[in-house]
């Protein structure tokens, strides 16, 4: 097991990423956890990490304080539970099963488009992904990916549209084949990007060449269709109708960060009042499905007494914030906890804020209305720009948050 990472490289399950507070592992589960399934990964991150569990922004599971010792141990942990999806590439799908909206089953075609995957044997970049949006309500139109699958009507016989690079507002279309053909697909998309190098990506062979050499790969198996048009942004936050009269509740850790021992007690009371799963969603959310609304609505209230977000407007969801100083070794500023004092302060906090333990904005790379970046001269100001703009000015972590208080419109503050 490697416990180094090249500049660019994403942490696995098996290729752990050095942090301040030891090893980083991330995964994709394979599929929606039952209740006690997930127990058992709260479990083994207590034993081996320093028990510590993450939500990341594209859904996925990190678990920190690992040590080369225990990382091992804790990956084997996993698979013996069969919870961690297989394959380097990820495959990201819309986190809601039995979704009444949804067109496909993307949860099974991504499992065979993952094997496909796994025997093409392709070498890709590390932040290469593949999207397949099965159509449902908590669609994925915000999230970006070198390779785009989205179902699209008629619901007799749905179709998948494909696009290359971005996000759907931006990606490139190519056109629409039938599921059956999603692996074969993808795959041949992919022989693409890694014939151009082990570093490429979608969007540089587009911007260098354009379409065509995709074009190439896929005649004749794929038919023209209009890109779908973006959809209204989804909040993954509450409660979603299923099928057969059950729902979804969506709850999120603080910042994307809880303790493994709140996460097992929120996985105890959803299989107490009969949830059949839980599923990391992106947005940083975990959504626990197989309830009545009125479950639903009772495991809402114990969820916030655990000290988890239940409320969409709550001032927590428009700040993000990386783990920052002493979890992330590059840290200058204890990101988080300056997050939570700013939240506090703002409760009619709707503006965007992103607070960085240094200037490399992992937790937030695009702009926002205002961003904090650590640093050695002390938290640098950043309006409408990114962790990578120069600051406008300094002020001592100390002070941060009456500074921040002054940025917002009078009507998202509250002084005193």
């Not at 495959?91 to 991504?110: C, G, Y």
């Not at 896929?218 to 038919?223: K, L």
């Not at 509450?238 to 303790?259: K, N, S, Y």
């Not at 021992?261 to 940083?284: K, M, V, W």
Request: glycine share 10%; net charge positive.
């Amino acid at each position: 097991m490697s416990v180094s990472q090249p500049r660019g490289a994403c942490p696995g399950l098996w290729a752990p990423m050095p942090t301040g507070d030891g090893l980083l592992v991330r995964f994709r589960p394979g599929q929606p956890m039952p209740p006690a399934a997930f127990a058992a990964l709260c479990a083994a991150a207590r034993e081996h990490g320093n028990g510590l569990i993450e939500i990341s922004a594209r859904g996925s599971v990190q678990v920190r304080g690992l040590t080369a010792a225990s990382a091992p141990r804790f990956a084997s942990t996993l698979a013996t539970l069969d919870l961690a999806a297989t394959g380097n590439v990820p495959v990201i799908t819309d986190p809601l099963r039995d979704d009444p909206e949804a067109l496909i089953d993307a949860t099974a075609i991504a499992a065979e488009v993952r094997r496909a995957i796994e025997v093409a044997g392709l070498s890709l970049a590390p932040k290469v992904s593949v999207l397949l949006d099965g159509g449902g309500g908590l669609h994925l139109d915000a999230l970006a990916g070198d390779v785009r699958l989205r179902a699209i009507a008629p619901v007799e016989a749905p179709r998948l549209h494909v696009a290359l690079a971005g996000d759907a507002r931006s990606a490139a279309p190519l056109g629409a084949i039938p599921p059956r053909a999603a692996a074969t697909t993808v795959v041949r998309l992919l022989g693409v990007i890694a014939a151009h190098g082990a570093t490429a990506r979608a969007a540089d062979i587009l911007r260098r060449q354009g379409p065509a050499p995709f074009r190439a790969v896929v005649e004749g198996s794929i038919e023209p269709a209009y890109a779908p048009p973006a959809r209204p942004v989804c909040e993954a936050m509450g409660t979603h109708p299923l099928r057969e009269g059950f729902h979804a509740l969506g709850v999120a850790p603080a910042f994307g960060q809880a303790d493994a021992d709140a996460l097992a007690q929120l996985a105890g009371l959803a299989g107490e009042l009969g949830a059949r799963s839980l599923n990391a969603a992106p947005g940083r959310v975990l959504l626990i499905s197989g309830l009545t609304r009125p479950q639903a609505l009772a495991l809402a209230l114990r969820a916030e007494r655990l000290g988890f977000i239940v409320r969409p407007d709550d001032p927590r969801r428009r700040i993000t914030a990386c783990p920052g100083r002493p979890a992330c070794a590059s840290g200058f500023i204890a990101a988080r906890a300056l997050a939570g004092e700013i939240a506090q302060r703002l409760p009619q906090l709707r503006s965007e804020i992103h607070v960085s333990g240094c200037d490399k904005g992992c937790a937030h790379p695009a702009p926002a209305a205002l961003t904090v970046v650590g640093s050695e001269r002390g938290c640098g100001i950043v309006r409408c720009g990114s962790a990578r703009a120069i600051p406008r000015g300094y002020v001592e972590p100390a002070d941060l948050v009456a500074e921040v208080v002054r940025a917002m419109p009078p009507e998202e503050a509250r002084r005193g």
